[in-house]
């Protein structure tokens, strides 16, 4: 039986949808404010004195003053006007109404109250040119990364926002609206400040990124890695990072989003590049590269793949029995790089046709800092629960959280103390965050009445990684999830728990559930595992066998140069020829009409380039 086959066999739990409110009281709230900004014109349209008229705009000048306030305190350098600049448009127009609605207004008043209507008028330019275009680049030595503006599009907007109140105060106070001419005037000449660095700072990223395939070539790295996916996900790139430099061989970091940009350079001091689209990686792919390393099966990979005569080497960023352990995308690549046996077999047992010569057993590096059983750790006193999230489909959906509770109660009640670390996805789930909030209460009661120091919250989840959590207990309980043969390494027992089928379908389905002491979903046998996982420890021996399937046949000590030297090897040795590096004929993907003085396709530059992408920041 395959494992589609296993987890068609039992019922998975739906998933539920929820209505949005959160989005429709974001609707409500723009409303009701554009209702208040439009109301004080209709009210001295009607002859109502402008004192009193005046009023329902302090609600919305106060929400957009205090929301301007709270992006410069944060110091963000984004902003949107969606739903916010008609609202602006109506508030601009009040100095006007106030003025027409008190009369005795001279040429320069009038002059002065129509530039307060005007202003609002010139933020979308503002806003639309002010990210710029960034070219995000940092260690390439003769390209900078793009300049942040000088003057941040947010304090442009509270300013604009700040003097038209500042106005209506005024004019409202029997100030003459002709000595106010300064006040537009000011606004309108920062805005246009901001707007001209914003095009300095586009002109010079265009200079630099024409430049960049010449800094690149001079650079000279031997490969790349290649990461394709937003901010969020920087720990795929950072459990191989570490080791590809241990190879001693120049490579660049490619990305494909900006988002991802401040996580990716915090890792490393190798050159990092932002690429958004397709052609612009002719940029960055020189004939004299041998290899390209993916952390992953995202789709834009596809792009960089094309280029043949690189040696493409799929890693991936975990190895368990979880279906993206066995993605038939993975047959893309010309190495995928497995930490044991098990992570061949799994492809074939699964329906996955790949050739063995593809496979290169290489060992699972991470595991190197996780610490081997030692005298100490028997009998089993702190016990480690690591449960999986809840997978982004049905199928995928092996998370223990759901009984998580139950279980920790019962490690409480046979008096071991728990280190308590749930997948960082865990808390995208209502659900599952409420289990974990559930969890916290019970370690912190018994912490509380027994003293025992058990681990969870930001000191398990934060100050320490999985690693760490690995040498703080004696055993492990999870589900199906990489950490498992991670933890395998250290040659310590754990359990697993079976969400989706019986015991005997899940460890035909999952091989590392047989060196397991399984704990069903209804927990029937949870007695009889603990006392098998705490107590007895049976299948220590069995355990020593799986861990050379799942993890290769590499002692301890050194372990991860298996890595490093094959990835060396590849970087070495298993180069192509390069093909002719020449501009593809117009109409074809990344084809560009104004093409610079060298040959590499794509040398055309769009100025506005990745100011869509920017937004995910």
Known sequence: MTQNETAGSTALPARRL?????????????????????????????GVHPALAALPAVYPFFVLLRRGFRRLRKHVTRTALTGEHGIRLLLGLLPLAIA???????PAGWVAVILFALVPLAEPV????????????????????????KLPVNVVLFLDLAVTAFAGILLLLGVPAGPLLVLPL??????????????????ESVDSDNNLYAAVEAYDPTFILYYGVPAGSSY???????????????????????????????????????????????????????????????????????????????????????????????????????????GIDRYEDNGVDIPKDKFTIVGRPQVEAVEQQRPENIPVR???????????????????????????????????????????????????????????????ADQDASGRAHLYGPPAEKELDAFGCFNAADAMI????????????????????TMT??????????????????????????????????????????????????????????????FVGAARDVVLHAGKTAPAMTAPAEGEEGGSEAHGSDSRPGRGVDPDDGSEDDKDE
Do not use: C
């Open 501 to 562: 089928a019986t015991v005997d379908e899940f460890e035909r389905a999952f091989p590392l559930a047989r060196s397991s002491y399984v704990i069903t979903k209804d927990l029937s046998n949870l007695d009889q595992a603990l006392d098998e996982l705490l107590l007895h420890d049976t299948k220590s021996e069995q355990r020593r066998a799986t861990r050379e399937y799942y993890l290769g046949p590499f002692a301890p000590e050194n372990y991860a140069e298996a």
């Open 236 to 342: 795929q790139v950072g459990m191989w990072i570490e080791f590809l430099e241990r190879t001693g061989e120049k490579f660049i970091v490619v990305l494909r989003r900006t988002s991802a940009f401040r996580e990716i350079t915090s890792l490393t001091d190798a050159p990092v590049v932002v690429r958004t689209n397709i052609w612009q990686l002719d940029d960055v792919v020189t004939p004299t590269m041998t290899a390209a390393f993916y952390v992953n099966n995202s789709a834009p990979n596809v792009h960089l793949v094309r280029y043949p005569h690189l040696t493409h080497v799929q890693l991936l960023h975990g190895d368990s029995d979880k279906a993206s352990s066995f993605n038939p995308v993975t047959a893309l690549y010309d190495k995928v790089f497995v930490a044991g046996q098990a």
């Open 18 to 46: 929820s209505v949005p409110w959160s989005r429709v009281s974001s609707l409500r709230r723009r409303l009701t404010q554009t209702v208040f900004a439009m109301a004080p014109l209709a009210l001295m349209a009607i």
């Open 186 to 203: 000011i606004a309108l000449v920062v805005a246009g400040a901001s707007a001209l660095d914003s095009f300095q700072r586009i002109r």
């Open 382 to 444: 702190t016990v480690l629960y690591a449960p999986t999230w809840e997978g982004h489909y049905a199928d995928t959906n092996y998370g223990s959280l759901p009984v998580g509770p139950a279980i920790i109660r019962e490690l409480v009640a046979r008096e071991r103390t728990v280190v308590f670390r749930p997948h960082p996805y865990s808390y995208r789930n209502p659900e599952a965050r409420q289990r974990i909030v559930e969890i916290h209460e019970i370690l912190r």
């Open 478 to 497: 999870s589900d199906v999830s990489s950490v498992v043969p991670d933890f395998l390494h250290s040659g310590k027992p754990y359990g697993l728990v």
């Open 126 to 149: 503002v806003t639309r040119v002010a990210p710029g275009r960034k070219l995000r680049v940092e260690n390439l030595p003769g390209i900078s990364d793009t300049r942040g503006p």
């Open 100 to 106: 027409w609605g008190t009369g005795g207004t001279g």
